[in-house]
């Protein structure tokens, strides 16, 4: 095992991510370490925005990675892995999964996990990755501004044992990162482009040029969407550059 080889448990923190970049400014942590807490008081979600999670509801966890064998150019394989760790276990309970680009999964036309991962690059290497994951578990209600957020205990009113779920979402997370390490690249971009939200389908979407009907395609290699307009125009976007419409 290497994700979840070793935890480290703080009852709250203003991040976790924040608290494994400063750990590792100090110490060598073991590759898979697993930083979690029951609260985080700054939780950090994409583009600075905050990650809601009451206290003691749900997973909140920072893992330790150095992906030596992904070249900074295809480190988007490193959100496609963790993506699929994260999926791979919600599909445990619940049916109707997807990976909304880059990296939110779904149930639904809701959203169960963010993930926000930060590499260090250094020259032609990836010297370390923590992987964020806020996996909405147990929360009833959500009170911030989030657009459409959902629970596993939402979706199938049963409460969950943290415990437990930690456990398994680490061993199906050590299972994708196996597949990164055997360098099984085509098959995880592959899972990941079949499990994208609305794949083949036609819906509506905003760009800096207005709001339009399209169809998202697939995901390029260096992780930019590819989304089909009516005129038969193919558009990637990197990151930010276009917004779903709910
Ligand atoms: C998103 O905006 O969708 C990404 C959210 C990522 C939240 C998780 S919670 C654990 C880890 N620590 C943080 O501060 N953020 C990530």
Request: aromatic fraction near 10%; hydrophobic fraction near 35%; charge should be neutral.
């Amino acid at each position: 095992m290497i994700i979840g080889s070793k935890l480290f448990f703080f009852k709250n923190l203003p991040s976790t991510n924040a608290e494994a970049a400063n750990l590792l400014k100090t110490n060598d942590l073991p590759e898979g370490s697993v930083i979690y807490t029951n609260y985080q008081s700054a939780g950090k979600g994409q583009v600075d925005n905050k990650w809601e999670s009451e206290d003691g509801k749900n997973l909140l966890i920072s893992i330790v990675l150095y992906p030596s064998m992904i070249n900074p150019s295809d480190q988007f394989l490193i959100s496609m892995a963790i993506s699929l760790g994260v999926c791979d276990f919600t599909k445990r309970y619940v049916q109707d999964c997807s990976i909304k680009w880059p990296n939110d999964i779904y149930v639904k036309n809701d959203k169960i996990a963010g993930i926000l991962i930060e590499n260090s690059i250094c020259g032609d290497k990836i010297k370390k990755t923590i992987a964020g994951i806020g996996l909405n578990i147990n929360q009833q209600k959500f009170l911030g501004d989030a657009q459409n957020p959902v629970s596993l205990s939402l979706l199938t009113g049963l409460n969950f044992d943290l415990g437990i779920c930690l456990s398994q979402l680490t061993s199906d997370l050590d299972r994708r990162y196996k597949q990164l390490i055997s360098e099984n690249f085509t098959q995880i971009r592959n899972e990941y482009i079949s499990l994208l939200y609305r794949l083949d389908e036609w819906n509506d979407y905003c760009d800096k040029s207005g709001r339009y009907k399209g169809c998202i395609k697939t995901v390029s290699e260096n992780g930019r969407l590819q989304i089909e307009k009516q005129s038969g125009e193919i558009v990637k976007y990197s990151f930010k550059e276009v917004e779903f419409i709910l």
